[in-house]
């Protein structure tokens, strides 16, 4: 049976080669620089390894303590690889060439594919990984051409974060439509406030907040020239020709986003959850949570899912291991477990009954739960082909902000560009 490095090389070749980033390339230039001989040194019987993007001091610790928790009663201990988000996929790469991959892969969601798509990840169910009682859009997250490879602790999505005081004073009520955002917008925009902030960056922070719009509008990114994702490209255009929005939106990365918020400058915001500790620390803006507009009253909202999943490397020299390494991820996935993970970290539950114990204990994060419910992964449909698209997409609503294309011609450019790449 081929190694995980050796299926990476055969899945490249398949595909013209992988992006995350540049799989087969990444692969021969680390094991080129690195001298890696693939032979590694003998591992721990009593030590599970798990890579991860933990490198802040703070969420490294609180996940040891969490590990400590699962490994004692298994009788091992659990030692933690951490190096950045970015760099996660390169670092696998080095260690399957050199056969010392950790047990646990912490990968992010949109990366799983990639690595699916090898045949170098035990499907969850072969690892003894109990997969019931999960929302559909986490399992979504975490599967591969219908078979479920990675698992989520929790995950995060996007909502309408607004500056309560300003509604109130301007008689606004938190807008449920796309009509009703653009009303609300402008007449909460005054002075040096605007009254909508987004992030139109050509990268991912750009796409993640604009699939909302794009999905809830009908959107398809399979067939991006459906004549539906258009208007909200013309949404987005027509906040910014109101003056509700800046134009500097298609610089601004989901931070600046939440910068311009906590200044005032702006009195609604699309964001996620991982704004919440900046938030809750500052004293200036009192602030609270709703569901994403919809372009019709009625309709659901369906952001995107996004998050980590844990997912297990085959070892087929050592089976032990892998039964190891799914016993301790059915412990960290416990509803218990969970409901506290995701209180520690601001992120809502994959268990469905943790996820409504989270919303219930955290009512000012409740959208975020209810969200979750009907968000989308976005390598749902597809799969290894979603770099592509995403690019297509900034392209998009690039291009029809800063006033070079219409709608219906960006749309039409992005299925050209999406179909050229695959």
């Known amino acids: ?15 013209g080669g992988l992006r995350v980033p540049a799989l087969a390339a990444t692969l021969a230039c ?10 590694a040194a003998e591992p721990d019987p009593g030590t599970v390894t798990v890579l991860n993007s933990a490198t802040d001091t703070a969420e490294h610790t609180a996940n040891q303590q969490f590990f400590d928790r699962c490994a004692k009663p298994l009788g091992v201990k659990v030692e933690q690889v951490s190096v950045p988000a970015d760099q996660v996929a390169s670092k696998v790469l080095r260690m399957a060439s050199s056969d010392s991959l950790t047990d646990i892969l912490e990968l992010d969601g949109s990366e799983l594919p990639q690595f699916a798509q090898t045949e170098g990840l035990r499907p969850l169910k072969e690892a003894g990984v109990d997969t ?36 109130q004073e301007a008689g606004i009520d938190p807008p449920r439509t796309w009509a009703e955002l653009r009303e ?108 994403i507009p919809v372009p019709e009253a009625g309709k659901a909202a369906v952001p995107p899912i996004g998050g980590t999943v844990m997912a297990v490397p085959k070892n087929e020299d050592d089976p032990a291991r892998e039964k190891k390494a799914g016993e301790l991820l059915n412990c960290l996935n416990s509803e218990q477990n969970q409901l506290q993970w995701g209180e520690s970290v601001n992120n809502v539950p994959t268990r469905a009954a943790a996820a409504q114990a989270y919303a219930a204990q955290n009512p000012k994060l409740a959208a975020f739960a209810d969200l979750v419910t009907t968000a989308r992964s976005r390598t749902a449909q597809v799969g290894t082909g979603w770099p592509v698209v995403g690019d297509a997409l900034a392209g998009a609503f690039q291009s029809v902000l800063t006033g070079r294309t219409s709608p219906e011609q960006a749309m039409h ?10």
């Open 184 to 291: 609300a917008a402008k007449k909460l925009t005054a002075g040096d406030t605007y009254g909508m902030a987004f992030s139109a960056s050509p990268n991912a922070d750009g796409v993640y907040q604009f699939l909302p719009f794009f999905w809830s509008a009908g959107g398809d990114e399979a067939k991006l020239d459906n004549g539906k994702g258009e208007a909200a490209l013309q949404l987005w255009k027509d906040l910014v020709a109101d003056g509700s929005a800046s134009r500097s939106v298609v610089n601004w990365n989901q931070q600046d986003v939440n910068d311009q918020f906590v200044a005032g400058r702006a009195a609604m915001m699309i964001n996620g959850p991982w704004q919440v500790p900046v938030l809750s620390a500052q004293k200036n803006v009192d602030w609270a949570v709703a569901s």
């Open 132 to 167: 019931s009682g999960f929302s559909a859009s986490a399992t979504s997250l975490g599967s591969y051409d219908g078979v479920q490879y990675g698992i989520a602790r929790s995950v995060n999505s996007l909502a309408l974060i607004y500056n309560t005081e300003l509604l």
């Open 30 to 39: 680390a094991t080129a620089a690195l001298g890696l001989t693939g032979c």
């Open 413 to 422: 450019r992005a299925q050209q560009q999406a179909s050229a790449g695959k």
């Open 1 to 15: 049976m081929p190694s995980l490095a050796g299926r990476i090389r055969a899945g490249a070749a398949r595909t």
